[in-house]
Each structure stands twice: as C-alpha cells, then as structure tokens.
C-alpha cells in the first residue's frame, strides 16, 4: 500500500496535466497604474479552447469577458516591472480546462516613433464620432468612405484599428471594413433601406502587442431612405354597401394604402382620388384625398336604374406631386335595395267559385308587380282580406317561390246562407315602405275578388253540431233528458231524419229514432268506469231519405243527486288538554262529485267564539279552540259546501278532556258541569295527609310543653286558645270561655246535632277519628300522662279557633302560645 500510494499522485498528476492544458503565453503593455474598468487587452479565446463554458481570472482585480477582453475591477498599481496572472476556461460537458498565462510588463519607453520620454497625458479624443449616413441605393464609386474613427492615442502608441458586428462579419457581411492603420469606414455596395434600416458595428484600437487604450467603440451607420418604393392598397378589391336613397355625407367605407418607405417622411405621406367612376354617370361618390373615405355625393342613389357602382382609384406618394409614385385600385359599391316601390295588383278584379261545404281548398292565385329586388323583404308581397271575411271562411297566405297570393276556403260554404261572397285583399310589403327624396306618398294596392257558391246536394246537419245535456244521478231508467236533432239544409227542417247512435259508445242513453229524444237506459253514476269526470261524449248519426249521413257529438253530463251533499265524515273527536287541533275532512264516497274547494263554516255564532276554523287543503280543515275553555263535551254544527252550491250540515261533537292520551279519558260530560283531573285529586289528596302530619307534630309538642299534672278520668271542659304568655295566665281563666260539652270516653267521636266534631286521642295507638256532620268542626285531644297511668284529657276547639292555630304564621312564633284551658 505504501508503494501504490506514490503511484496513485503520479497518476492523478498526469491526469491534470492533459486535462488542463495551458495555452500560449500572452504580454501585455501597459502604465504602471491602471485604473478601475480599464481595457487592458483583449485575448484570443477560441484559438485556446472555443467551447468554454467558464471564464475566469486567478487576480480578483482582473476580469475576463466573453470576447476575451481584460478590465481592471480596481484600481491597479504595478510597484514592480511585471505582474503575471492566470485566465482558467472550462468546457463541463467534454470535462476539459485550459489556462492561458497573461504577463503586465510597465514599459515607460517609447513605443511610438515619436522619440519622447514624457509620460502618457490624457488629451481631447476623437473616439466617439457622429453616426454615419449612407444613401440608400447609392451609385458608388464603391468602396465609398462613410466616416473615419480615430483614437488620441495615436500621438503616443501606434494603434492598429478593427470592427466587428453586422455588415462587416455577420450577416449581410462583407458590406463594410475599417482600414486597420487609418480607421476609415468604407462600404462595399449599395445598401436597401427596407431590409437593412441601420448597422451598429463595434470599432475597437489597440497597440501592434494587443494592449487596447480605448473601451471598444459602438458606432451606427444609418441608412437614408429614398423614395423607391410605390404605395399599394391593402386589398385587390374594396368592397361597400349603402342603402338606395342615401343623404349626402353618409360614409360607404374607407380605402388603404401602405408605403414601405420610412415612415413620416414625404415618401409616404400618401393622396387619394378617384380616377373614374362606371357607369359613367353624374358622380355619385367623393373620396377624401387624406384618410381615403368614400361618403354619398348625390342624393339620388336609385337601385333600380343603377344597382353597382365600381370606382377605380389612385393613391400617390409624396403627398399626390406629380413626382411621387402611384398605384391605382378598385372600388365596389353596390346599391342595397330599400322598400321604395310598392306592391301593384296585375288585375283590380278577380272571380273565381267553390262548392259548398268544402274545406281547406285553394280557390285562386293572385299576382303582382314589385319594382324592388325580388326575394328582399321590400318586394315580398304580404296579402290581407280587409273586407267580405268576418266569420274567418277565407285565408290568403304568400307562395314564396312566386310571390303569388294564394285564397284558401278554411270554414265550408253554405250555399243555402249565401250564394255569392265578395271579397277585398290588400297587399304591403315585408319591410316598411320607405318614401324616396322628392316622391309622393303610395296609395295602397288591392283588388276585389267574387267568390260563387256551387249547390250540391248535402246530408243532415246538426244544429249545433255539439250538444251538452246535463242528467242527474237520481234520474230513474226511461228519464227524457232533451232532444238532438238534425236538419236538412235544403229543407230547413227536420221531417224525414233518422237518428241513431253507434255502438262500442257509452249506453246510458239511448235516441228516439224518429224524434230525437234522448232517454236514460240504465241508472247513472258518476263513478262509473267509462265516465270521466261525470261526463261521456256520443256521437249522434242523422239520416234522411236518400241515406245522405250527417253526424253531430252529444255531451252528456252527470250531475250529483241533490242527496249527495257535502259532509264531514267522522264527527265524534276526543281533545286533551294540549288542544291539538281536529283535522275535519267532508265526504260521502263519491268525493270527485265536490267542486273542489270546500268551504266550512261554524253557524253557531256563540261557539265561534270559543272555537275557530283554519284551512288544511281544499277537502278538509282544523278545528282547534280560541283560547282557555272550560273542559267538557261541545256540540260544533258546521256547515260544509262546495263551490258548486251543495251545501251539508254536520254536527261535531268534541269532549274537551283533561287528559294526557285520549284513552285515559273517560265518557263526555256537559260543557256545564266542572271536573277535577286525576293530577288535581291525587295533589289534594297528599295536602291532606301533609297537614294532618304538620297537625299531629305540634299537639304532641304542646302536649308534652303544659300538661305537668294528673286529671281525672272523666271528660271534663276544656278548651285551647291563643295565649301570648308562656304559662297559663289569668286572662284563660275568663268566664266568657264557654266550654264544649264532651261525652263518652277516649277515642270516641261525638257527634251534637249538625255540629261536627273532631277527635284526637294520643295514646299508644295514636288514632285518629272523625265524626262527619254539617256546618261547625271542632277538634278534640286526649293526652297519655307520666308512669304509664292513662291520662285522658278532652279537648275541643272551635273551626275558628282551629284555623288560627294552624295559620302558617305559627312558624315563627313559639309554641308556648298556646295554652291548655281547663274549667
């Protein structure tokens, strides 16, 4: 591995040195300070490698451009003789680089043939001259001097001049070159101003050793035109429009011209006119000689005796001089027609025939004359009956092909009505009718056509021929619901007529064959299948004696049977005390005979003000109450129609409950009657047993506070009222005090007259009885005393007395209030 290693340096050092490859040595001249962006040379960098990618320099005060041309980026002072650096180029896609070696040698010595030993001094240049002109198409003598470049160096160095650029070494090339000692710009041949307006070339000066004193020089060569080069026209052929009649100063259209010479010069500066005009005729049209715009010159442009005109016109370079160049071109105008002329009948009188009862039969052509251009809108002919065709029998249409008015019989005749008709057509245009500048006003065209009535023999004819007869569903078989009948146009009358009704038709009816009765075969309904709508459409057949046929359509129509009214088919509703409102629908099962909508009303008005209605749909409605109402059952007469007239009355009953589901509500009561709820009873209910829970706390707390003694078996007076002293006090022992007589013993109930009484004996049982009579409720308490002896001790209060012991302000005050009484 040690030995490789030498092996592996040697080989990457030849690699390098075949891969960069450095090319010849280059010196330049130049002052022993340079200043910053000062041209030092310029290196040949194709000869050294011509696909470089990378140019770049080894002295950062150095730059190397594209053309291989060397400026300083400082300020450069050389202390010594000499300063060497390295110009690197790199092509990356072929992995190659070359280096070209540049020498700065300070050389105060003479280098011109001037024997001077003064260092260089900057003086007034002639570097930068005006832009040369050549004369386009110049006749030489070639080569011809166009100007002279020189550098003020040349009092110093001995400057050798070349160019580069368009004209010298690029396309067109070889047309100039710069004499190399003197600096003269010479051409080579004539130049075209139109392919080539101008050149720019580069001018670069430099010493015999490459060392160039001057920035490289952009000089421009313009090319002055002259005039060798016609105007032409945009187009071979212009081509307008303008309507027949126009005014004067109505513009056809615009004419242009270009010129290739150099533009706002007098080579183009452009004159029109109009050289002649076919056919040659009083001018119709002038042309503006500057912006090329044709207007109407005569105000009687008339298509119909010139349809186009073709101008041929001239434009003229040099503002129109005789000397300027020209081109002539062509105008086309045509005249576009305008409803000028109206329409003429050929013929003021037309006659013609038909026979009777004939339909949609063309009778007649009817021609006439339009100056206009045929097929436009100002020649299409537009026909009108304007007299003779009240009742519509007559149409007249146009034939587009010949412009012929066409009359068609669109009803049949009657001969027997009116053997003749007469009728007046006028004819118009499509597009209006434009008056022409010094003409009178158009008179309308028409003409008058007869129209003769053919007799033929005809078959009966209904009268009408469509006939509606209403049948009621109550109608029983055999019912006569009206007559069909026919007549015979010759005749007038109906004697001789046959009726008959074809089969495969509906056969609820059937026709008197001789007098034309329609009579009902079988018991009608509307919901029959074959009826639609309650209605049926029959054809009827009439014959006379000569078996001539005439037809005619009989509508029969079914109506609703007076019993078949309107009504509301449930009538009985449950409402609990959400008050959902009932949705009330009418109907008898024949709903298609209602004329929809329906119509509900309440007719009683002191319900109406309790209840309301509102619309559903067109069949049905709710039925829900204004406001808060008493529970109970209502009976609603609403009245239901259609619109029709049918009108029913239904009584609707509704048992408002006070429930949650409608089952849980029982059998309806009176509006009149007041009813608790479940909820409302349970409530009272659990009130009660509160209060007797509230009553029995405070007997046994008052009990236990005042009863320190003994009392005797028997049931002697007491009484418990309001004391606002702790003990008992003498005002108890008032006389005024009248005590309740009290019978029997413990845990009885006593009952005087209708006075009511409670009892209350607290015990070991701690029962409780009531004694229920009318009126007055006093309440009685039995006491258990000390050492397990009973101690039993009455007592009775008055209702009143009870009530202020159990008013709800007790709470805040002591039970010491209260005072056991005993007489």
């Not at 009948?345 to 006659?351: A, G, R, S, V, W």
């Not at 009408?464 to 007559?483: H, L, Q, V, W, Y």
Request: glycine share 8%.
């Amino acid at each position: 591995m040690a030995r490789a290693a030498p092996r592996l340096v040697l080989l990457g050092l030849l690699v390098l040195s075949l891969c960069c490859d450095a090319c010849k040595k280059v010196t330049f001249h130049v002052p022993s300070v340079l200043e910053a962006n000062t041209l030092v040379g310029r290196v040949n960098l194709n000869e050294c490698l011509q696909s470089a990618e990378q140019i770049s320099s080894s002295d950062e005060s150095f730059k190397v451009l594209e053309d291989g041309s060397v400026y300083t980026t400082s300020a450069v002072s050389l202390s010594d003789e000499k300063r060497t650096f390295t110009v690197l180029l790199k092509d990356i896609q072929e992995h190659v680089e070359k280096k070209i070696l540049i020498d700065l040698e300070t050389d105060e010595k003479k280098k011109t043939r001037h024997a001077r030993d003064t260092v260089l001094k900057r003086t007034k240049r002639r570097w930068g001259p005006i832009p040369s002109v050549m004369i386009e198409n110049s006749l030489g003598p070639f080569p011809l001097q166009i100007q002279q470049v020189q550098s003020d160096t040349a009092q110093n160095y001995t400057i050798y001049y070349s160019a580069s650029g368009p004209g010298i070494d690029q396309d067109p090339k070889g047309l100039f070159y710069i004499e190399r000692e003197t600096g003269n710009i010479f051409a080579t041949r004539a130049v075209d101003r139109e392919q080539y307006p101008s050149f720019q070339i580069i001018c670069f000066a430099s010493t015999p050793d490459g060392y160039s004193p001057e920035v490289p020089l952009v000089h421009t060569i313009r090319i002055e035109d002259d005039n060798d080069n016609a105007p032409y026209f945009t187009q071979d052929v212009f081509e307008f429009c303008v309507p027949e009649n126009s005014k004067p100063g109505i513009v056809v259209g615009t004419v242009t011209a270009e010129d290739r010479d150099e533009p706002y010069t007098l080579h183009t500066t452009l004159k029109y006119r109009i050289v002649s005009q076919a056919p040659s005729v009083t001018p119709a049209f002038s042309l503006h000689g500057d912006t090329g715009v044709i207007t109407v010159l005569s105000p009687q442009l008339d298509r119909e005796l010139v349809s186009t005109y073709t101008l041929l016109i001239e434009v003229r370079d040099m503002a129109g001089q005789p000397f300027g160049l020209c081109t002539t071109g062509t105008a086309v105008i045509k005249i576009e027609d305008t409803n000028d002329n109206a329409p003429t009948f050929k013929q003021l009188q037309y006659e013609t025939q038909v026979e009777e009862n004939r339909v949609n039969v063309d009778i007649l052509r009817i021609s006439v004359v339009d100056a206009d251009e045929f097929g436009a809108p100002g020649s299409t002919a537009v026909y009108e009956i304007i007299r003779g065709n009240d009742d519509h029998t007559f149409e007249i249409t146009t034939d587009r092909n010949t412009n012929e008015g066409i009359l068609c019989v669109v009803k049949g005749l009657d001969y027997e009505n009116a053997k003749q008709r007469i009728l007046v057509i006028a004819v118009n245009n499509e597009a209006p009718y434009m008056l022409a500048p010094h003409s009178q006003q158009v008179v309308q065209s028409t003409c008058t056509v007869t129209v003769n009535v053919l007799d033929i023999d005809e078959g009966p004819v209904f009268k009408p021929c469509f006939f509606r007869m209403d049948a009621s569903e109550c109608d029983d078989i055999g019912t006569n619901i009206g007559k069909y009948l026919a007549e015979d146009p010759e005749t007038g009358n109906s004697e001789g007529i046959c009726y008959k009704i074809p089969p495969g038709q509906c056969n609820w009816v059937n026709i008197d064959e001789k007098s034309g009765e329609v009579r009902t075969v079988r018991v009608l309904n509307r919901d029959l299948g074959e009826v639609k709508r309650g209605q049926c459409n029959i054809t009827v057949l009439a014959i006379d004696r000569n078996g001539k046929t005439g037809t005619g359509t009989l509508q029969v129509v079914i109506q609703p049977c007076d019993r078949s009214y309107p009504r509301i088919v449930t009538t009985d509703y449950i409402m609990c005390r959400d008050r959902k409102p009932i949705c009330l629908s009418a109907g008898d099962g024949d709903e298609t005979s209602y004329s929809m909508p329906l119509v509900y009303r309440m007719t009683d008005r002191n319900l109406g003000s309790m209840w309301k209605i509102t619309r559903h749909n067109e069949k049905s409605v709710y039925l829900s109450p204004r406001g808060d109402i008493p529970f109970g059952t209502y009976t609603i007469p609403v009245s239901v129609s259609d619109s029709s007239g049918r009108q029913g009355i239904s009584e609707i009953t509704v048992n408002y409950c006070d429930c949650v589901t409608p089952s849980d509500c029982g059998a309806p009561r009176s509006a009149g009657s007041v009813t608790l709820g479940v909820w409302a009873i349970l409530a009272m209910i659990l009130g009660s047993l509160l209060l007797l829970l509230i009553l029995i706390t405070i007997c046994g707390c008052c009990g236990a506070g005042v009863m320190h003694r003994q009392v005797t078996d028997d049931c002697a007076n007491h009484n418990l009222i309001i004391s606002n002293t702790e003990a008992p006090g003498e005002e108890v022992m008032d006389h005024n005090i009248i005590p309740l007589q009290t019978t029997d013993q413990v845990g009885c109930g006593i009952k005087t007259g209708d006075q009511q009484t409670f009892e209350m004996v607290k015990g070991r049982g701690h029962t409780l009885e009531s004694v229920r009579g009318g009126g007055h409720q006093t309440l009685g308490s039995v006491k258990e005393g000390g050492g397990g002896q009973a101690m039993v001790d009455t007592c009775r209060y008055s209702y009143s007395e009870w009530h202020n012991f159990t008013h709800p302000r007790l709470g805040e005050e002591s039970i010491r209030g209260h005072t056991l009484i005993k007489n």
